[in-house]
């Protein structure tokens, strides 16, 4: 499967997004326009490529695009109500174009391999998409002797290659996703099993050092799936894994100019001040109050009303306030409850490639393709959300009359 030209593409296209962020920091802002000009020619080619597949798959696929089609249809109409029509219809594009591009990617990758192939596939190349941050950090972050990685400096882009935040968010995906392939790919040598170990313990180390408290939450929240949610692992491993990153917040909330302890400082003083988003959240909900018809069609994608702030900086509420409610649940059916029943039902509670990417863009704005979780966010929604079987035939792909077993305590080959 790695071979296959479609999922290189789809590859290629996401680790672009990393090396876009990372070339744009280096060079202080100078490659930005030449790294959008690659994304966006390596995208037209992987869309190309989709093209020359059988018609037949691509009319039976799109069969199954059609519900995703008319959510796409409605959001770009919500560019009637914006204060900019042009620029919000042109920048919902930007998440349209991609998203349509990895569902036709996906439907082709499982029509002609197995389920447990595709997810394989897809949790060792994120995993190694996603090391891009960790290993810049190694190479220039002077490995430990950094312990706050949200104060290094005045220019915290020019010194380590990332923002604070994008080692926060990388460390999450690691951490997961090598997790993930340690409990359920069997075929792990055991050089490969030392290599995931080791960057799963420099990803605890970057959430905790990032002071990135979306990650301190993603962190918390796989930790407490790992030890009361998992029958299969001891009680031994269950504490030596919880003692790991309790230890380090013991040692990083003891140093004072530590991420934790300066990040924990913040909070407290954030709960007596108000914190921004939900600020922004509470102006939004008395702005729709005030204007009835925004909870209905919503204020237009990408596009507030000058009043409010530009960003909400959360992709759930950029939904729910740009395309209205209707719009809002269908999403939070299709891109975290359906996915969620799914995993919980066909998985049983094996993995937890799911928690950042359904827990991270409650916190950044990550709707466009270009953002820094997008492949992932929207590869394992749809993979997990429109699961039903794991047979190897076009003709009975995403069948809904087949019911498949649970995966009770094993890999799934």
Same mark, same amino acid.
């Given at each position: 499967?790695?071979?296959?030209?479609?999922?290189?593409?789809?590859?290629?296209?996401?680790?672009?997004?990393?090396?876009?962020?990372?070339?744009?920091?280096?060079?202080?802002?100078?490659?930005?326009?030449?790294?959008?000009?690659?994304?966006?020619?390596?995208?037209?080619?992987?869309?190309?490529?989709?093209?020359?597949?059988?018609?037949?798959?691509?009319?039976?696929?799109?069969?199954?695009?059609?519900?995703? #089609?008319?959510?796409?249809?409605?959001?770009?109409?919500?560019?009637?109500?914006?204060?900019?029509?042009?620029?919000?219809?042109?920048?919902?594009?930007?998440?349209?174009?991609?998203?349509?591009?990895?569902?036709?990617?996906?439907?082709?990758?499982?029509?002609?391999?197995?389920?447990?192939?595709?997810?394989?596939?897809?949790?060792?190349?994120?995993?190694?998409?996603?090391?891009?941050? /960790?290993?810049?950090?190694?190479?220039?972050?002077?490995?430990?002797?950094?312990?706050?990685?949200?104060?290094?400096?005045?220019?915290?882009?020019?010194?380590?290659?990332?923002?604070?935040?994008?080692?926060?968010?990388?460390?999450?995906?690691?951490?997961?996703?090598?997790?993930?392939?340690?409990?359920?790919?069997?075929?792990?040598?055991?050089?490969?099993?030392?290599?995931?170990?080791?960057?799963?313990?420099?990803?605890?180390?970057?959430?905790?050092?990032?002071?990135?408290?979306?990650?301190?939450?993603?962190?918390?929240?796989?930790?407490?799936?790992?030890?009361?949610?998992?029958?299969?692992?001891?009680?031994?491993?269950?504490?030596?894994?919880?003692?790991?990153?309790?230890?380090?917040?013991?040692?990083?909330?003891?140093?004072?100019?530590?991420?934790?302890?300066?990040?924990?400082?913040?909070?407290?003083?954030?709960?007596?001040?108000?914190?921004?988003?939900?600020?922004?959240?509470?102006?939004?909900?008395?702005?729709?109050?005030?204007?009835?018809?925004?909870?209905?069609?919503?204020?237009?994608?990408?596009?507030?009303?000058?009043?409010?702030?530009?960003?909400?900086?959360?992709?759930?509420?950029?939904?729910? #306030?740009?395309?209205?409610?209707?719009?809002?649940?269908?999403?939070?059916?299709?891109? /975290?409850?359906?996915?969620?029943?799914?995993?919980?039902?066909?998985?049983?509670?094996?993995?937890?490639?799911?928690?950042?990417?359904?827990?991270?863009?409650?916190?950044?704005?990550?709707?466009?393709?270009?953002?820094?979780?997008?492949?992932?966010?929207?590869?394992?929604?749809?993979?997990?959300?429109?699961?039903?079987?794991?047979?190897?035939?076009?003709?009975?792909?995403?069948?809904?009359?087949?019911?498949?077993?649970?995966?009770?305590?094993?890999?799934?080959?």
């Amino acid at each position: 499967m790695i071979k296959d030209r479609v999922f290189i593409f789809l590859i290629v296209n996401a680790m672009l997004v990393i090396v876009g962020y990372a070339m744009a920091i280096f060079t202080s802002g100078a490659a930005l326009e030449t790294m959008q000009w690659i994304k966006g020619s390596v995208l037209f080619a992987g869309i190309i490529n989709l093209l020359t597949l059988p018609y037949t798959f691509l009319k039976r696929a799109a069969c199954y695009f059609q519900p995703y #089609f008319i959510f796409g249809v409605f959001l770009l109409a919500t560019a009637i109500y914006a204060g900019q029509p042009v620029y919000s219809f042109l920048r919902t594009l930007t998440f349209l174009i991609p998203f349509c591009y990895i569902f036709f990617s996906l439907a082709f990758l499982v029509s002609g391999y197995s389920f447990s192939q595709v997810l394989t596939a897809f949790l060792y190349a994120v995993h190694l998409i996603y090391c891009i941050p /960790v290993f810049c950090f190694l190479f220039f972050g002077q490995t430990t002797s950094y312990i706050n990685l949200y104060y290094i400096s005045t220019d915290p882009y020019t010194s380590l290659g990332f923002a604070s935040n994008h080692y926060g968010w990388a460390g999450c995906i690691v951490l997961v996703t090598g997790w993930d392939l340690l409990r359920n790919h069997q075929g792990l040598s055991r050089a490969g099993k030392y290599y995931l170990v080791i960057m799963s313990l420099i990803a605890v180390y970057l959430i905790l050092a990032s002071g990135n408290r979306t990650s301190w939450i993603v962190l918390l929240i796989c930790t407490m799936t790992v030890i009361f949610f998992n029958s299969r692992l001891g009680l031994l491993r269950k504490a030596v894994l919880l003692s790991i990153p309790l230890g380090l917040v013991i040692w990083l909330s003891r140093l004072p100019d530590s991420a934790v302890t300066n990040r924990l400082q913040k909070t407290y003083t954030q709960m007596e001040r108000g914190e921004s988003r939900i600020a922004r959240a509470i102006t939004s909900a008395q702005y729709a109050n005030t204007n009835l018809q925004v909870w209905m069609t919503g204020w237009g994608m990408f596009s507030p009303p000058a009043s409010l702030m530009k960003s909400m900086h959360n992709s759930y509420f950029e939904v729910l #306030f740009g395309a209205g409610l209707p719009a809002f649940c269908y999403f939070l059916w299709h891109f /975290v409850i359906l996915p969620c029943k799914n995993l919980y039902r066909y998985f049983s509670r094996q993995y937890l490639f799911l928690i950042p990417v359904i827990i991270i863009p409650f916190f950044e704005s990550n709707l466009t393709g270009g953002q820094f979780l997008f492949f992932p966010w929207f590869v394992f929604t749809l993979m997990t959300g429109l699961y039903r079987s794991d047979i190897r035939t076009t003709e009975l792909f995403f069948e809904k009359q087949a019911q498949p077993e649970k995966i009770e305590g094993k890999a799934y080959d």
